[in-house]
């Protein structure tokens, strides 16, 4: 029914905002679009259309009246709107495709459609398609732009590359990319420009308080437009029975209409047209591509797309070059702490020798000058204060540091003592090397005035809205400068760290030089860390000094670092554990003890952080390590399991809180490495019972704690009792009955299971041999195996010693192994030897690895007892009868015997005799017993030697 005119209605666009307004200046549904396209929006339910821009008439031809309530295939042709359909569901996050279409009454005009799902709408954008010279051509340009890029080496260069590329093809006046710092402020890293618009190349911008929507949106729409700063808003019409008089949320629409204090703030600076593409690492929002044009400029829909494209390119490059920049710093950084150790190498008094080598000393740290004060030695190299000066300057900041090392960047405000210095040492970076003595190093840099440019004024609006413009200048445009005076260059992160390696590498020298044995100083003698000693006495110290609202330890061990050691040798184990303890230095930063235990076991201790903070510090632990660490000259990639416990969480004292951060990395090895684990309670139990467990089972047997249970097995052909599994137990004096699923493994991995099997071997063959006299001759009884136990080489001189020993026939007993056997081909001649002895080889649990049944007779083996999992509704599912009797005639054919494990109920044996399988076992028949009550069966219900009446 087509709807009537009063059924329609207009929603009226926003009036424009108050520009001093700018909590509701943040992102907002409008409800209007730029007039360079059409936007239509249709229920889900039934594709009929919802909303639709008033502009159709121009558009379309059709007045927008009309066009809402129609089917969209009315607009878009059936085919196009049977895509659009199909395009992602409700929930999922919206991602916009795009669509070349031809409208069926028009079919030589082609329109470019961007279309989304969102709620319960499918809105689609369409915009005319203006070709500028063909694809051929625009992709010609796009591989050259792509091989400009790809030549880039910096990150400089990159960008560099990227704004002139994209000005080339776009024709904007100004292509520039803005990058965001760390701290939020921003700056114009590279800009290609037309001579005569104003450069903003270096302008910086204050921290940005862009609301987290808008970053949100720039994460997810990638490019954004203004075609036309004097364009007049289409608004978009409702058709009210399908909205009542819901506007249409216009979050993701590419043509939404820009906040009118943009668009002020565009003219003012002389702006006509703009365009914006993200630039995204990481999953963050890295920086910005940003266009302007004097003139109105509306970019054809298919140049946006390789726009967007190339912003994605660069985007992985920027990734990219940073990761290589970084690495390359690194591999700079290592070779020059090479050298300084080169320096020191062949020994002589460290003070002396490092006043001897000034630039080993002085480049590592960017610094102009230092102070050494070593062994009772005090010496200045490069440009430095008085020596009195220096000294009581270093003293000075030995009273303030935290963990054995400092930096100021602005002395005098800082120490205000001090600010005669500042001319030479603006800047002071100091590490100590004892914490009883004031022995160091104190760095110097001299002061650097500086001149900062910033874009318009900083303090009354934000500076990055002036590019982006969602809010409003009170002046025109107006960079202005600021001088800073009485401050250095900044000491980086990498220069901290650089500081503390510093620090490794002359400890490590000293204590060599003295001929000190590592255990009885404060440092560990490879990486130069403090050692086990000086953790415990600030654990000690920090748990004295009263309850800290939250303290974390962060427990690291490298995975398989014994394999370096025996594959690669010692020299580049200790080369490893050198290279990890500068990578923990530079992860944990200034504030934070990073000691090595031993080994190659790492603790880092954060003092007042809580375990949010300590994670991040693990992340980056792990990120660290995604970085080769060099051995001999080669990339060397290894990774490392973390353990992360925080005070207070329960443990008591200093060697808990160390016990549980170990406890918890401990658990991250178990399940496979390369992870971090926060301590748990119950993490913790499970381990102390594991451990317990592991160091028991040693005594259980001379404890007689471990005892044999038969689990009796019968011919499902009448029901008769042909033997026995034999089936460990184990009855702990603390945690009870163990199973043998939690124990046998542990024997496994510890090597007892070779003691434990022996042990069930005879024990069972001894039983088995007196029921047989006693009761019936024929029976059998199976024992588990390991395929541990048989990988042993003297494995079937075992079996048949067992055999003498206890005077037991071969026929008596059958052995089960687990597929996993077949994983070792050397078993293969051990299986046939046994066969050989006359013992009967049974597949155990078959079904449950990747074995086929047609390896088996090749591995001597003669039965094969399916998995309790093949039993699952066998007998009333058609399809698992089907192939549980497809498996049973298989292995048949394949002259193997087969017995079913786990039987529960009547129907399941009913189903498998139909299914012909020879031989049952399950808790139906009888659960594992002991020998006691097995001997009270005989006598009583098994006294036939039938388990259940045929
Ligand atoms: P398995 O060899 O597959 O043993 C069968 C397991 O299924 C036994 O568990 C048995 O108690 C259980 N079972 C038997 N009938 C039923 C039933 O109707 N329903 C259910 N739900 N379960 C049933 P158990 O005794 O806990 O042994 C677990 C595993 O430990 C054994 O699996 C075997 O792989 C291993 N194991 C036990 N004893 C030894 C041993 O002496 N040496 C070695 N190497 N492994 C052993
Ligand atoms: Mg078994
Ligand atoms: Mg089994």
Same mark, same amino acid.
């Given at each position: 029914?087509?709807?009537?005119a009063?059924?329609?209605?207009?929603l009226?666009?926003?009036?424009?905002?108050?520009?001093?307004d700018r909590e509701?200046e943040?992102?907002?549904?409008?409800s209007a679009?730029q007039p360079?396209?059409?936007?239509?929006?249709a229920r889900c339910?039934?594709?009929?259309?919802?909303?639709?821009?008033?502009n159709?008439?121009?558009?379309?031809?059709v007045?927008t009246?009309?066009?809402?309530?129609?089917?969209?295939?009315h607009?878009v042709?059936?085919?196009?709107?049977?895509?659009?359909?199909?395009?992602?569901?409700p929930?999922s996050?919206?991602?916009?495709r795009?669509?070349t279409i031809?409208?069926?009454?028009?079919?030589?005009?082609?329109?470019?459609a961007?279309y989304?799902?969102?709620?319960?709408?499918?809105?689609?954008?369409l915009?005319?398609?203006?070709?500028?010279g063909?694809?051929?051509?625009?992709a010609?340009?796009?591989?050259?732009?792509?091989?400009?890029?790809?030549?880039?080496?910096?990150l400089?260069?990159?960008?560099?590359?990227?704004?002139?590329?994209?000005?080339r093809?776009?024709g904007y006046?100004?292509?520039?990319?803005?990058?965001?710092?760390?701290?939020g402020?921003g =700056?114009?890293?590279? =800009?290609d420009r037309?001579?005569?618009?104003?450069?903003?190349?270096?302008?910086?911008?204050?921290?940005?308080?862009?609301p987290?929507?808008?970053r949100?949106?720039?994460l997810?729409q990638?490019?954004?437009?203004v075609?036309?700063?004097?364009?007049?808003?289409v608004p978009?019409l409702?058709y009210?029975e399908?909205?009542?008089?819901?506007?249409l949320?216009?979050?993701?629409?590419?043509l939404?209409?820009v906040?009118p204090v943009? /668009?002020?703030?565009?003219?003012?600076?002389?702006?006509?047209?703009s365009?914006v593409?993200?630039?995204?690492?990481?999953?963050?929002?890295?920086?910005?591509?940003v266009?302007?044009?004097?003139?109105?400029?509306?970019m054809?829909p298919?140049?946006?797309?390789l726009?967007?494209?190339?912003?994605r390119?660069?985007?992985?490059?920027?990734?990219?070059?940073?990761?290589?920049?970084e690495?390359?710093?690194?591999?700079t950084?290592?070779?020059?702490?090479?050298?300084?150790g080169e320096?020191?190498a062949?020994?002589?008094?460290v003070?002396?020798?490092?006043?001897d080598?000034p630039?080993e000393?002085?480049?590592p740290?960017?610094?102009?000058?230092?102070?050494?004060?070593?062994q009772g030695?005090?010496?200045?190299?490069?440009?430095?204060p008085?020596?009195?000066?220096?000294?009581?300057?270093?003293?000075?900041?030995?009273l303030?540091?935290?963990?054995g090392?400092?930096?100021?960047?602005?002395?005098?405000?800082a120490l205000p003592e001090?600010a005669?210095?500042?001319?030479?040492a603006s800047?002071?970076a100091m590490?100590s090397?004892?914490?009883?003595?004031d022995?160091?190093?104190?760095? &110097?840099?001299?002061?650097?005035?500086?001149?900062i440019?910033?874009g318009?004024?900083a303090?009354?609006w934000n500076g990055?809205e002036?590019?982006?413009?969602r809010?409003?200048?009170p002046?025109?445009?107006?960079?202005w400068?600021?001088?800073?005076?009485?401050?250095?260059?900044?000491?980086?992160?990498a220069?901290i760290?650089?500081?503390?390696n510093?620090?490794?590498?002359?400890?490590?020298?000293?204590?060599h030089h003295a001929g000190?044995?590592a255990?009885?100083?404060?440092?560990?003698g490879l990486?130069?860390?403090?050692?086990?000693?000086?953790?415990?006495?600030?654990?000690?110290?920090?748990?004295?000094?009263?309850?800290?609202?939250s303290a974390?330890?962060?427990?690291i061990?490298?995975?398989r670092f014994r394999?370096?050691?025996?594959?690669l040798?010692h020299?580049?184990?200790?080369?490893l554990?050198?290279?990890?303890g500068q990578?923990?230095?530079e992860?944990?930063?200034?504030?934070?003890l990073?000691?090595?235990?031993g080994?190659?076991?790492?603790?880092?201790?954060? =003092?007042n952080?809580?375990?949010?903070?300590?994670?991040?510090?693990?992340?980056?632990i792990m990120r660290? &390590?995604?970085?080769?660490?060099?051995?001999?000259?080669k990339?060397?990639r290894?990774?490392t399991?973390?353990g992360?416990?925080l005070?207070?969480?329960g443990?008591?004292s200093?060697?808990?809180?160390?016990h549980a951060?170990?406890?918890?990395?401990?658990?991250?090895?178990?399940?496979?490495g390369?992870?971090f684990?926060?301590?748990?309670n119950?993490?913790?139990?499970?381990?102390?019972r594991q451990?317990?467990?592991?160091?028991?089972l040693?005594?259980?047997?001379?404890r007689?704690?471990?005892?044999?249970h038969?689990?009796?097995q019968?011919?499902?052909n009448?029901?008769?009792l042909?033997?026995?599994?034999?089936?460990?137990r184990?009855?702990?004096?603390?945690?009870g009955?163990?199973?043998?699923?939690?124990?046998?493994?542990?024997?496994?991995y510890?090597?007892f299971?070779q003691?434990?099997g022996?042990w069930?071997?005879?024990?069972?063959?001894?039983?088995?041999? /007196?029921w047989?006299?006693r009761?019936?001759?024929?029976l059998?009884?199976?024992?588990n195996?390991?395929?541990?136990?048989?990988?042993?080489?003297?494995?079937?001189r075992?079996v048949?010693?067992?055999?003498e020993?206890t005077?037991?026939p071969?026929?008596?007993?059958h052995?089960?192994?687990?597929?996993?056997?077949?994983?070792q081909p050397s078993?293969?001649p051990?299986?046939?030897?046994i066969q050989?002895?006359?013992?009967?080889?049974?597949i155990?649990?078959?079904g449950?690895?990747y074995?086929s049944?047609?390896?088996?007779?090749?591995?001597?083996?003669?039965?094969v007892?399916?998995?309790?999992s093949?039993l699952?509704?066998?007998g009333?599912?058609e399809?698992?009868?089907a192939?549980?009797?497809?498996?049973?005639?298989?292995?048949h054919?394949l002259d193997?015997?087969?017995v079913a494990?786990?039987?529960?109920?009547?129907s399941?044996l009913?189903?498998?005799r139909?299914?012909?399988?020879d031989g049952?076992?399950g808790?139906?028949?009888?659960?594992?017993?002991?020998?006691?009550?097995?001997?009270?069966?005989?006598?009583?219900d098994?006294?036939?030697g039938?388990?259940?009446?045929?």
């Open positions: 029914m087509e709807p009537t009063r059924q329609k209605m207009l009226t666009p926003r009036r424009d905002v108050d520009v001093h509701r943040s992102v907002h549904p409008p679009i360079h396209g059409l936007l239509l929006a339910s039934d594709l009929r259309i919802a909303y639709a821009s008033a159709t008439l121009e558009v379309l031809g007045a009246e009309s066009v809402l309530g129609l089917p969209l295939a607009i042709g059936d085919l196009s709107a049977t895509l659009m359909a199909s395009t992602n569901s929930g996050p919206v991602a916009p795009r669509l031809s409208l069926p009454k028009t079919p030589r005009r082609s329109l470019h961007n989304y799902r969102h709620l319960d709408l499918l809105i689609v954008e915009e005319e398609l203006r070709e500028e063909g694809w051929d051509r625009r010609e340009r796009m591989e050259s732009v792509i091989e400009g890029l790809r030549i880039a080496e910096t400089t260069s990159l960008c560099d590359t990227a704004a002139a590329s994209i000005r093809l776009t006046d100004r292509v520039m990319v803005y990058r965001f710092h760390r701290d402020h =700056e114009v890293i590279a =800009e037309d001579p005569e618009v104003d450069a903003l190349l270096n302008l910086h911008f204050p921290a940005s308080d862009i987290a929507q808008a949100e949106l720039h997810q990638r490019t954004r437009l075609a036309d700063v004097d364009y007049t808003p978009v409702g009210v399908f909205t009542g008089k819901r506007p949320d216009m979050t993701y629409c590419e939404r209409t906040s943009h /668009i002020r703030y565009l003219k003012k600076m002389g702006v006509g047209a365009f593409v993200s630039l995204i690492d990481d999953r963050k929002l890295w920086g910005l591509i266009c302007h044009h004097r003139s109105p400029r509306l054809p298919e140049l946006r797309v726009c967007e494209v190339l912003g390119i660069v985007s992985m490059l920027v990734g990219v070059t940073q990761r290589d920049e690495f390359a710093n690194h591999l950084n290592r070779a020059r702490l090479e050298r300084l320096v020191m062949p020994g002589g008094l003070a002396l020798v490092l006043a080598h630039k000393l002085l480049e740290m960017n610094a102009t000058g230092a102070l050494i004060q070593l030695y005090s010496r200045l190299i490069g440009e430095t008085s020596l009195e000066d220096a000294r009581a300057l270093m003293n000075a900041m030995q303030r540091q935290a963990a090392h400092l930096a100021y960047e602005a002395v005098g405000e001090f005669h210095l500042t001319s030479v800047g002071a590490i090397l004892a914490e009883s003595s022995d160091g190093v104190l760095w &110097f840099r001299p002061e650097v005035v500086q001149t440019n910033w318009g004024n303090l009354e990055l002036l590019i982006l413009g809010n409003c200048p002046e025109p445009l107006a960079a400068e600021q001088t800073r005076f009485g401050h250095s260059a900044p000491w980086t992160v220069e760290a650089m500081a503390q510093i620090q490794g590498a002359l400890t490590a020298a000293l204590l000190l044995q255990q009885l100083s404060y440092f560990d990486t130069g860390l403090p050692n086990r000693r000086v953790l415990l006495d600030r654990l000690a110290r920090s748990a004295k000094s009263g309850p800290k609202p974390c330890l962060i427990f061990d490298i995975d394999m370096v050691n025996d594959t040798g020299r580049a184990g200790d080369d554990l050198i290279q990890v990578r923990l230095r992860c944990a930063g200034a504030r934070h990073v000691a090595r235990l080994g190659d076991e790492f603790v880092i201790f954060c =003092e952080h809580t375990l949010e903070e300590g994670r991040v510090i693990s992340h980056a660290s &390590f995604e970085l080769p660490f060099l051995l001999s000259g990339p060397f290894c990774v399991s973390i992360l416990a005070a207070g969480s443990q008591t200093v060697a808990d809180m160390l951060a170990d406890s918890a990395m401990s658990a991250a090895k178990q399940r496979g390369n992870q684990v926060v301590f748990e119950q993490v913790h139990e499970k381990l102390l451990i317990q467990l592991e160091q028991d040693f005594q259980a047997i001379e007689d704690e471990i005892h044999v038969f689990q009796p019968i011919l499902v009448g029901h008769r042909i033997g026995f599994e034999a089936l460990l184990w009855k702990h004096p603390v945690y009955d163990v199973s043998p699923a939690e124990f046998i493994p542990m024997a496994e510890t090597g299971i003691t434990i022996g069930v071997l005879r024990a069972a063959l001894r039983q088995i041999r /007196i047989r006299e009761f019936f001759p024929s059998f009884v199976a024992v195996v390991s395929v541990k136990q048989i990988a042993a080489n003297d494995f079937t075992t048949q010693l067992a055999l020993e005077g037991t071969s026929e008596a007993l052995l089960e192994v687990t597929e996993s056997i077949l994983m078993a293969e051990q299986l046939r030897e050989a002895l006359g013992v009967k080889i049974a155990d649990d078959f449950t690895g074995s049944l047609s390896y088996l007779p090749r591995l001597a083996v003669s039965e007892k399916l998995d309790r093949f699952e509704n066998v009333t599912d399809r698992k009868t192939l549980f009797s497809a498996i049973v005639g298989m292995a054919a193997l015997a087969v494990e786990g039987i529960e109920e009547i399941q009913d189903c498998i139909e299914c012909c399988c049952a076992q808790y139906l028949l009888s659960r594992p017993i002991s020998a006691q009550n097995a001997e009270q069966m005989f006598l009583g098994w006294k036939d039938l388990l259940l009446a045929s």
